[in-house]
């Protein structure tokens, strides 16, 4: 048997104990270009221990809700930022360990998103548009891989 | 009297001279998550000297053909990485100096880019979408910025 995971909207708030929401919420920290641009200033704990922060572009498969999965995996030796490079909504599963239930959280279409250094998550997740994202990453040569598979899939829906 | 710069498409190519085009161009270096995501790796030259990088979320408005300008600006300590979260296209306008024509580039709508250390370049112009970019800079405390001013602006168009 499945176990279910509800889908809940992505907040900063929500989110905080695995990783940072980057979008322009609230005034920006700075207004730049004449007024005609705001940064919201470094909004990513940016974490790569001794190693290089690189910058990659991903090209995922779409997948569709109820979204069945058994993976999770960690990544010890540094955080991992997405970008999405459409302006679609992707799915964001974290947990706090293999011992308990999954997270799944839906972006709103304005989000990227930073995973904490060692955080438990999910393969990423595009629902729709193009699966490209730009990821920002510890670039290295060891494997900074660790990977869980839950003997009973999880199905992740709308609720 | 203005003058004219005409646009042409963005290429590695063509840009290389100024950063990079962070694109799923080609086969990917490694295919990740069973085969549903190909992984581009490590396309930027992120130079940030001995800063830090970080992740800052720039809200710009959009701006529209023909496009006027006079200033140019560059980052002497550090590469600065653009990230569209929207699928549309952004002029990318770069300069070998202030005595110089400028280069005026159109993103294909999943083009990111990353301008090298130093490099001359206009400011951020979406043409159309959310006007949302993740950039990837270096953060610090210094202005990291020189501006130049031209006496006569020039008028980017479509050809």
Known sequence: MNRKITITPLTAK??????????????PDKLINAGKCGRFHDRAKVDVMEARVGISIF???????????????????????????????????????PETTPKAFLTDGTQAINFH???????????AGNGLFAVIDRIGETPNLEEHV??????????
Do not use: C, N
Not at 14 to 27: K, N, S, W
Not at 66 to 82: C, K, N, V
Not at 117 to 127: A, E, M, Q
């Open 14 to 27: 929500a989110f905080a104990p695995y990783g940072d929401v980057l979008e322009a919420r609230g005034a």
């Open 117 to 127: 250094r060692g955080t438990w998550h999910g393969v990423l997740t595009p629902l």
């Open 59 to 97: 090209k995922a498969d779409l997948r569709a809700l109820p979204y069945t999965f058994d993976l999770i995996e960690r990544h010890p030796e540094g955080s991992q930022a997405f970008i999405p490079m459409s302006d679609d909504p992707f799915l964001v599963i974290v947990s706090d360990g």
């Open 150 to 159: 839950f003997e009973t899939p999880w199905v992740v829906t709308r609720g």
